[in-house]
């Protein structure tokens, strides 16, 4: 089968087409023949082990050392159908459409994928009926982070919610979550993304390149901070008292200053990395069914042309998610 292999830690010429043998499923495994993935920056950053130090020496411990062995494919989401099932799955059968997001986000680049039915980390379900494979592709990963912290964060109707990064995958289920929720949500990106977020339902919108959302005189009672890349003390100043601080992306320092933060003030620093759930998946399908969730798609590039797509999210440009046809 043909896929794209990671060679190297590195830029994207690192990622190679090359023909390699067609996996086998495990008794507790379906065999997908993927027909579309996406490309995320979680997928840039472990690319290039473009981590925070304090993380960087893990990976490298366990992906290996030098270069990337122990995995050699990368690709968080897949949508595509059942080829083949192991012995001991229960739920799919073979011809069934699915998406889903796979076990420490590696795999999908490629014709055929193997995928646990049930794992604490790999999540997957029947492809919604209203949705292509190319939409659901990048429907996973982005929904299931955004879910998570808007549930930590308790969002419910008439909560001022902000969104910091809102134009990214996350960002973009956030919003559509966060409405569907009965939330009053600003979303910050920058301008050219501007007319995309009020098309999904932002009710204000802000261009970080030309304002600061901290100088706006608007107090929010939970602020979502996607790319954790703005002040922290900043946002803390424009959370109500009793607020919430969602951090989606936090650098070593914050973990730290949240961890005291809320113990000694009533704001409360969430932190948590998302737990992939088999039930959330399920809850975002409905969702996605009833016409409350659509995928927003920048671009679609071939699966030769994977780390084109690599270099074109590193540009930061990307407005919602970008997918890979198989």
């Known amino acids: 089968m043909k896929a794209i292999v990671w060679t190297a830690y590195g830029s994207p010429d690192v990622l ?5 043998d067609k996996p086998i499923p495990k008794d507790d495994e379906l065999l997908i023949r993927v027909r579309a993935t996406s490309v995320t920056a979680d997928d840039c950053e472990t690319r290039s082990l473009q981590f ?47 998406f ?51 549930q930590a964060g308790n969002v419910q109707e ?10 990214g995958s996350i960002g973009t289920a956030g919003i ?35 304002d600061d959302f901290s100088q706006q005189g608007v107090i929010y009672d939970v602020i979502f901070d996607v790319i954790g890349k703005n002040s922290f003390w900043r946002c803390l100043r424009v959370l109500n008292p009793n607020g919430k601080y969602l951090l989606a992306n936090p ?15 009533g704001k409360q620093i969430m932190l948590a990395l998302a737990d992939r759930k088999t039930e959330d998946l399920m809850y975002l399908k409905e969702l ?4 409350h969730i659509k995928t927003v798609i920048d671009r679609e590039y071939p699966l030769e042309q994977t780390a084109e797509a690599h ?4 540009t930061g440009r990307k407005a919602g998610n970008l997918i890979i046809t198989v």
């Open 52 to 98: 925070p130090f304090w993380l960087t020496l893990p990976m490298r411990a366990y992906l290996g050392f030098s270069r990337p062995r122990r995995m050699m494919i990368l690709g968080q989401e897949f949508a595509g159908d059942v080829e083949a099932v192991g012995k001991d799955v229960r739920r799919f059968k073979i011809g069934d459409p699915v």
């Open 176 to 210: 559509q979550l966060a409405k569907y929720h009965g939330a009053e949500v600003t979303a910050v990106d920058s301008g050219d993304k501007l007319d995309m977020l009020r098309s999904i339902g932002a009710d204000h919108v802000i261009d970080y390149t030309k």
């Open 288 to 291: 996605i069914e009833t016409g």
């Open 16 to 20: 190679e087409l090359q023909e390699i």
């Open 100 to 150: 889903g997001t796979l076990e420490l986000g590696a795999g999908a680049y490629a014709e055929y994928v193997c995928v646990k039915e049930e794992s604490e980390d790999t999540v997957v379900a029947f492809k919604p009926a209203n949705m292509s494979y190319v939409e659901a592709a990048g429907a996973s990963t982005g929904g299931l982070e955004a879910l998570h912290f808007l």
């Open 311 to 314: 270099r074109y999210v590193e």
């Open 251 to 265: 650098k070593l320092w914050k973990l730290f200053a949240g961890f005291f933060v809320s113990r000694l003030t």
């Open 158 to 167: 008439g909560d001022k919610l902000l969104i910091n990064g809102a134009g």
